[in-house]
Every structure is written in C-alpha cells, then in structure tokens.
C-alpha cells in the first residue's frame, strides 16, 4: 500500500473514530501527518477526490453518503474499480491490473486513485 492509501485508511478511521468533523476533514488530517512537509502531495487532487468519492457513495462503513466533492471522474474510477473487487478481490493487490480493467482500453495514466480503493478494501472498511 502506498502513502495514499495509508491516507485513505487513516481518514475514514480518524473520521469513524468522531476524530475529524468532516470527510473533507479527515483526509486533510491524515495528509498533513503522511505528508508533513509536501504541500502539493497534500493537495493532490486525484487521491482527495477518489476517496471522498468512495464517501459520498456510501460505500465506506461508517461514513455517511453525502456530497463531499466535484471529483466525478475520480468517483466513477473507483466505484468502478470497487464494482470489480466485488467480483475479483484479488485485484485489490495489483493497482496496475486494476486500473486497466478500470479504463477498458483507455490510455489515462494513474494518480493513486486505485491505491486509495485497494487500500480500503483491504482493511475491509467497504460495506459488504
């Protein structure tokens, strides 16, 4: 899991824990303690937005659906990629299959968005 992932993990757990006001919260907290002295990996959009879109689906336990993002894109990648887990969990440990499996062809190059899936997966925070 890389440090986008670990992020994603620490967010939803900061938020379910009560340690975080906000989904949008919670991932701030969790990069500035991952990326302490990096503002731009702070503010990376295609993480941000793959893991508030896992929020704002539902699909993360603990985390109330809701509206936390404008990341439509990065949303549909990893709801896509999560729909593809269902089915084939052994993808969540190969980012880079994924992510082609995700795009069906399509030449995009990756930005974390399925580090930030997989790694919630595997810590079995998805709603079954």
């Not at 990376?44 to 879109?53: E, S």
């Not at 993002?69 to 993808?91: D, F, I, S, T």
Request: charged fraction near 20%.
């Amino acid at each position: 899991m890389g440090k986008y992932g670990n992020a994603a993990v620490m967010a939803a757990k900061l938020y379910r824990e009560g340690l975080a006001s906000s989904p949008n919260n919670a991932w701030e907290l969790a990069m500035i303690k991952i990326f302490p002295s990096s503002k731009s990996s702070q503010v990376k959009g295609c993480p941000r937005g793959a893991f508030l879109g896992l929020c704002e689906s539902g699909a993360i336990s603990g985390i109330p659906e809701g509206t936390y993002c404008r990341a439509e894109k990065n949303k549909g990648y990893v709801l896509k990629a999560l729909g593809l887990l269902r089915k084939e969990p052994h993808l969540s440990h190969n980012a880079e299959t994924l992510w082609h499996r995700v795009m069906e062809g399509e030449k995009k190059v990756p930005n974390h968005q399925m580090d930030v899936v997989s790694a919630i997966w595997n810590a079995g925070l998805i709603h079954s």
